[in-house]
């Protein structure tokens, strides 16, 4: 299998989807995100998940690849070069991509007690209102910006995020070997956030074949 085609072939449609959800929210990339219509809020929701969830296999795909080879004596340049955009990403003060699926919550208490973030900005449905003044009605997306622009940067320096998932698979490794607990992959364990049986968007093919090729590699040999 030549996953660093893989490689690049998904991270060529996704950086392409990425970038139309900059397009969506009016934002140019590398810059700052206040606010969004509720509409345009939900939209970008839909696919910035599990776009985020095919960025992380593709780097789990990366970090095997170097794996070894980077943390031996003899480092070696990544297989995948896959900075062809960085120049269109200025340096800001964003936070780093997240490496880690967010883990299910199997507690009972914790799914009913705890009120959903949607619901604190949006509120509690009222029939009385009109529907165009709630669609227009705007809610902050700082958060939004902030993971868009984590996105397009993992993709632009994919090799980068890759060595990232390296370091910690080797402190990961040392805590195992120590008996002290820590989490065992940047994958949760079934399927990936933002999965839909049935697609609503090209996104969810490219989950779905990274997802695929994520555990393929991973269970190489």
Same mark, same amino acid.
């Given at each position: 299998?030549?996953?660093?085609?893989?490689?690049?072939?998904?991270?060529?449609?996704?950086?392409?989807?990425?970038?139309?959800?900059?397009?969506?929210?009016?934002?140019?990339?590398?810059?700052?995100?206040?606010?969004?219509?509720? %509409?345009?809020?939900?939209?970008?929701?839909?696919?910035?998940?599990?776009?985020?969830?095919?960025?992380?296999?593709?780097?789990?795909?990366?970090?095997?690849?170097?794996?070894?080879?980077?943390?031996?004596?003899?480092?070696?340049?990544?297989?995948?070069? !896959?900075?062809?955009?960085?120049?269109?990403?200025?340096?800001?003060? !964003?936070?780093?991509?997240?490496?880690?699926?967010?883990?299910?919550?199997? %507690?009972?208490?914790?799914?009913?007690?705890?009120?959903?973030?949607?619901?604190?900005?949006?509120?509690?449905?009222?029939?009385?209102?009109?529907?165009?003044?709630?669609?227009?009605?705007?809610? %902050?997306?700082?958060?939004?910006?902030?993971?868009?622009?984590?996105?397009?940067?993992?993709?632009?320096?994919?090799? =980068?995020?890759?060595?990232?998932?390296?370091?910690?698979?080797?402190?990961?490794?040392?805590?195992?070997?120590?008996?002290?607990?820590?989490?065992?992959?940047?994958?949760?364990?079934?399927?990936?956030?933002?999965?839909?049986?049935?697609?609503?968007?090209?996104?969810?093919?490219?989950?779905?074949?990274? =997802?695929?090729?994520?555990?393929?590699?991973?269970?190489?040999?």
């Amino acid at each position: 299998m030549d996953y660093a085609l893989a490689i690049r072939r998904n991270r060529d449609q996704l950086r392409q989807i990425v970038l139309a959800l900059f397009a969506l929210a009016q934002m140019r990339v590398g810059g700052s995100l206040f606010t969004l219509r509720r %509409d345009i809020f939900a939209a970008i929701l839909l696919i910035l998940r599990p776009a985020e969830s095919a960025v992380r296999r593709l780097i789990v795909i990366a970090a095997a690849q170097i794996g070894d080879s980077y943390l031996g004596r003899n480092r070696v340049a990544p297989l995948i070069n !896959t900075g062809a955009g960085q120049g269109n990403c200025p340096r800001v003060s !964003t936070r780093a991509f997240k490496l880690f699926d967010p883990l299910k919550s199997f %507690d009972p208490e914790s799914i009913w007690d705890v009120e959903p973030t949607w619901q604190s900005q949006i509120g509690p449905y009222d029939p009385t209102s009109h529907y165009s003044s709630t669609i227009e009605s705007p809610l %902050d997306a700082t958060h939004i910006g902030q993971r868009l622009n984590a996105l397009i940067r993992a993709l632009d320096n994919l090799p =980068h995020q890759a060595r990232r998932l390296v370091r910690w698979q080797s402190k990961r490794d040392a805590a195992l070997k120590a008996n002290r607990p820590t989490r065992i992959s940047p994958m949760r364990p079934g399927l990936p956030p933002g999965w839909r049986e049935r697609g609503i968007h090209e996104i969810d093919d490219v989950l779905r074949e990274c =997802h695929g090729l994520a555990n393929d590699r991973l269970n190489e040999p």
